[in-house]
């Protein structure tokens, strides 16, 4: 008798029994005009959606100012009462399928470069010119370091758009805490230089991520709530000079905040024996943190079923894979080829094209 594929198990996270570890990783989309969730994200969320499949929808902006990535336009938001009902139908979708959803909310911080104020960040430092493989380049406005004293405004954006977020819906949030944005700006050295106590020591870098989270967890409660985190990522000029001990710190305190999971990015595969390999750095992470341990990065169907047998995770999210593939789950259960994803229709604000034109597995 054929053993169950490891990513094919039942998995109980908090109040959410979960019938597979496949989750739909937050990826960035460029299709939500002037901000707005449109109709045709419906069909998008719903095409991956299964009977107790965790989804993660992609950024959603905590307010106006927390947008303005140039080379990501037209991202969604949820702070205005326009975006909660344009997400409704968008979730309503995801739950007829018997799916849970969770929003992902986010403040990109110093790497706005939508013009008007400057950008706010731990900062006055401006994040270094992005040069890509197709000779375009992105140059962000220098950032304007936030006063303590407007702190708390930033997070009870963050709060209002978890509120929000479950006016909407939506079974829970998770912050967007990783790949070079605002929140990561306070946590690493390589960013934040300020001398207040909001910089300087760990402790102190990490204080606005921390009240962030509480801030979050009493509007909705820590049983909806999962964190975005990535020490060792070197995204948007953003880095620290000892992850390993930031990743550890917040594992710590997240464990502590009883926050329902923790979503970590794997340092960036490395060379071994000429193939490329995941480093699997984030063991003592997952010992620090005892909820629903998530991971992400580089991962296919084998090296999921891996760390989902040895304990190093309990789920595992997919990004490209879970883009071009839209029934995954049923993909990894069967081992059937997968669809390769365009990359250059990633960021395209084409409402078919690269978004819900993928096709599914054919059966007689």
Known sequence: MDLPVPLI??????????SH??????????????????????LYYSQRSTKGGLLIAEATGVSANAQGMKIFPDTPGIWIKEQVEAWKPIVDAVHAKGGVFFCQVWHVGRVSNMGGEAPISSTDKRAETQIYDDGTVDEYFTPRKLREDEIPDVINNFRMAARNAIQAGFDGVEIHGAHGFLLEQFMKDSVNDRTDQYG????????????????????????????????YTKYLDCFDSDPDAL??????????????????????????????????????MRQAFRGCFMVGGGYDRDE??????????????????????????????????????????????DPVVGYTDYPFLEFE
């Open 200 to 231: 300087g020591s760990l402790e102190y870098r990490c204080r606005f991520a921390l009240e962030v989270v509480k801030a979050v967890s009493d509007e909705i409660g820590p049983d909806r709530v999962g964190f975005k985190l990535s020490p």
């Open 21 to 42: 570890r496949v989750v739909l990783a937050p990826l960035t989309r460029s299709r939500s005009y002037n901000n707005i969730p449109q109709p045709h994200a419906i």
């Open 304 to 349: 999921g079923s891996k760390v989902i047998s040895s304990g190093y995770a309990d789920l595992v999210a997919y990004g490209r894979l879970f883009l071009a593939n839209p029934d995954l789950p049923k993909r990894f259960e069967l081992d059937a080829p997968l669809n390769k994803y365009d990359r250059p229709t990633f960021y395209s604000s």
């Open 9 to 18: 198990t039942p998995y109980k996270m908090g109040n959410f029994e979960l």
């Open 247 to 284: 990743g550890l710190y917040m594992a710590q305190q997240l464990d502590k905040c009883n926050i329902l999971y923790l979503n970590v990015t794997e340092a960036d595969m490395i060379m071994v024996n000429g193939k490329l390999e995941i480093p699997h750095k984030l063991f003592p």
